[in-house]
């Protein structure tokens, strides 16, 4: 049984993670036009499995073929997802592939009832749908789109699905385990998969005319975007249901457009967004909650003065 601080805590290391993913948004506004997406994301992944494992050698001791089967599966699911959210955001825009890509919070539920033939939860799903209007809102608006669909929508929404399967697949295979060794396992196999993806598309690698702050933006995304925030999701997913999780793991798109909208005063700041920030933590409110605390008033003794 999971104490109510060991999940308090599980909760917050989630939020914590999405508002560091939250302000990555602000640091790459340009790295993506000097560094080509795959080798981006392989020097990430490659920081965090090095890193981790240099601190944490002594538990790679444990490692069998349940771990490195486990790790392979959640790895190529992480891979898959940032692989084809990265081909989608080509062929759409910022916003909406904020937005699609949120989408996997309404797939969870069910990815969960396929795996664990178990049915969602009602209060998920509508939480998770008012979630997903919400984002919308803050997304689309913050850009000033019309909701239209293009192609890369078709690739963001595939992104969706493999950011839902990774969430369903730590929970499923990875919670008996230690979560440092199943992170460290994760990072190495996206890193391998980057690589080949890489090599296979004749994607050219030129360091050497990468500015210093693209530099210092890559050791950042390495070590707090990927090593940290990664780690402070599956450590926190082990105590936390994937549908919860799914929420509170959407905020990333929220502190996104937060972190831009503080940074870059000269943004538009539309009434709307707003409402879409209130919607979003409306859905977490729900989800945490399931109103219970509205049932607990209605149920509660009248007072004598009434």
């Not at 939480?127 to 293009?150: D, K, N, P, S």
């Not at 078709?154 to 008996?176: N, Q, S």
């Not at 070590?223 to 082990?238: D, Y």
């Amino acid at each position: 049984m999971i104490s109510k601080r060991t999940s308090l805590l599980a909760k917050i290391s989630l939020v914590v993670a999405t508002v560091i993913w939250g302000s990555t948004f602000v640091l790459m506004k340009d790295t993506v036009d000097v560094l080509a997406p795959s080798w981006l994301l392989f020097f990430r992944f490659t920081i965090g499995w090095v890193v981790l494992s240099g601190i944490f050698f002594k538990r790679l001791r444990v490692l069998d073929k349940k771990y490195i089967a486990s790790g392979a599966v959640i790895g190529l699911c992480l891979f898959l997802a940032y692989f084809t959210q990265t081909l989608g955001i080509a062929g759409t825009t910022p916003g909406k592939n904020a937005m699609l890509t949120a989408g996997y919070c309404v797939m969870v539920p069910f990815i969960m009832w396929a795996v664990h033939r178990k049915k969602p939860d009602g209060w998920n799903l509508i939480a998770a749908v008012i979630c997903l209007v919400g984002i919308g809102m803050v997304a689309l608006c913050y850009e000033g789109e019309a909701l239209t669909i293009v192609p890369g929508d078709a690739l963001t929404l595939l992104g969706a699905f493999f950011y839902a399967a990774h969430i369903v697949a730590v929970w499923t295979l990875a919670r008996d385990k230690d979560m440092i060794v199943v992170t460290i396992l994760q990072f190495f196999y996206c890193s391998v998969f980057c690589l080949i993806s890489s090599l296979i598309s004749g994607t050219e690698l030129n360091l050497t005319n990468l500015p210093a702050e693209n530099i210092v933006m890559l050791v950042y995304l390495g070590l707090f975007g990927t090593t940290i925030a990664l780690l402070l999701q599956n450590v926190g997913q082990k105590y936390v249901h994937p549908s919860a999780a799914s929420i509170l793991l959407s905020l990333e798109s929220v502190f996104g457009v937060a972190f831009s909208l503080i940074f870059f005063a000269d943004e538009k700041k539309d009434p709307i967004i707003f409402v879409g920030f209130f919607l979003v933590m409306v859905a977490v409110i729900i989800s945490e909650t399931k109103l219970d605390f509205l049932k607990k008033n209605k149920n509660a003794p009248a007072s004598e003065n009434e």
